[in-house]
């Protein structure tokens, strides 16, 4: 089991930036798969981004490429997702998630809520313009 806790939300002008951070406990956090995933009102929860155990392999949602960029540090156990040029449309819960199953990096099921087991509260970003 493991425990995530989000920080680094809030309210942002168009174009500004964050620095979201989730730190993880009760696990060696470098076995975890690490992914980010957002639910803005009215929608279901979209994936973000992912990045493998070893921080080598990162993926992104296509409709934040070239904008976010996930990280991990596994000395500290915190997983980040630095989100620059952010749009309104961005305004959305993020939830930091953690798996163990290596399918959530397959190509058939990358992405997917439903790889993932473990999650944080989620934290608010809005961005006004």
């Known amino acids: 089991q493991v425990q995530l806790v989000e920080s680094g939300g809030g309210l942002v002008q168009a174009g500004g930036s964050l620095r979201l951070s989730c730190a993880a406990s009760g696990r060696t956090f470098s076995s975890y798969v690490m992914g980010w995933f957002r639910q803005a009102p009215g929608k279901e929860r979209e994936f973000v981004a992912g990045i493998s155990r070893s921080g080598g392999s990162t993926f992104y949602a296509d409709s934040v490429k070239g904008r976010f960029t996930i990280s991990r540090d596994n000395a500290k156990n915190t997983v980040y997702l630095q989100v620059n040029s952010l749009k309104p449309e961005d305004t959305a819960v993020y939830y930091c998630?953690?798996?163990?199953?290596?399918?959530?990096?397959?190509?058939?099921?990358?992405?997917?809520?439903?790889?993932?087991?473990?999650w944080g509260q989620g934290i608010q970003v809005t961005v006004s313009s």
């Open positions: 998630a953690a798996t163990l199953r290596p399918s959530a990096l397959a190509r058939a099921t990358n992405g997917s809520w439903r790889e993932y087991d473990y």
